[in-house]
């Protein structure tokens, strides 16, 4: 059972444009969504998080949207960049477990 | 510098043969945790470990086996048991909730 559903699995964004990425979960236990950014090669890493008593956070070009009542929530990359191509990873987590369950991934791509 | 050390970065396994797979931290951290990672699939927890002398399966532990005898120290072993073990293996720890840090990974690949 896949508690975690992230979509698309690729995208294909122009450099200036928006990227948005989207994940939808199903265990309403998560107070915790994080999102990773993996490079070819590499273990991911930390990019923003947030938790369900906020409904937007913004670090930078990254913002995560959140909707609880829905249950999704959401990345968007502002002036995406090709740098910015990457593996993107949405999660969740439930305060006192610290494990996380992934979504599949979105393979973003920035071109010229 | 503290972080993750996850060794070798490619491994080739033997039809039959067990293999262990390091992950070392100095992070200082609790929590340490195994993910499997398959194309298309995301990552998969197989094992994790809250404290030291305990551990807990997750999605995905049959044919596979973990020890945490040291804080640091959260090696893998993928046995014989384990039928599909080509994959990327990543090792991850963390403090607090969430915010998990991950090793450059291991490549296991079966010849």
């Known amino acids: 059972q896949q508690q975690v559903k992230q979509s698309p699995q690729s995208l294909i964004v122009q450099k200036g444009g928006i990227s948005i990425i989207n994940c939808a979960y199903e265990n309403t236990a998560f107070d915790y969504f994080p999102w990773y950014q993996q490079f070819p090669g590499k273990g991911p890493a930390l990019l923003i998080a947030?938790?369900?008593?906020?409904s937007e956070k913004k670090e930078g070009r990254f913002t995560i949207s959140f909707n609880k009542s829905a249950k999704q929530f959401s990345l968007h990359i502002m002036d995406s960049q090709p740098g910015d191509s990457a593996t993107y990873f949405c999660a969740a987590s439930i305060f006192g477990n610290e494990k996380l369950t992934f979504g599949t991934g979105t393979r973003l791509t920035i071109i010229p | 510098d503290g972080g993750i050390t996850q060794s070798p970065k490619y491994l080739f396994r033997k039809e039959g043969q067990n293999v262990t797979l390091s992950c070392e931290q100095n992070?200082?951290?609790?929590?340490m945790y195994w993910y499997r990672q398959d194309p298309g699939q995301g990552l998969r927890l197989i094992y994790y470990?809250?404290?030291?002398?305990?551990?807990q399966k997750g999605d995905i532990a049959e044919g596979y086996s973990v020890s945490r005898e040291k804080k640091e120290s959260f090696p893998l072993t993928v046995t014989s048991a384990q039928k599909n073990p080509t994959a990327f293996y990543l090792c991850a720890s963390s403090l607090r909730q969430g915010e998990a840090f991950f090793g450059q990974g291991t490549r296991l690949t079966v010849v």
């Open positions: 470990s809250q404290i030291v002398n305990d551990f």
């Open positions: 992070l200082n951290h609790d929590a």
């Open positions: 947030i938790r369900p008593d906020v």
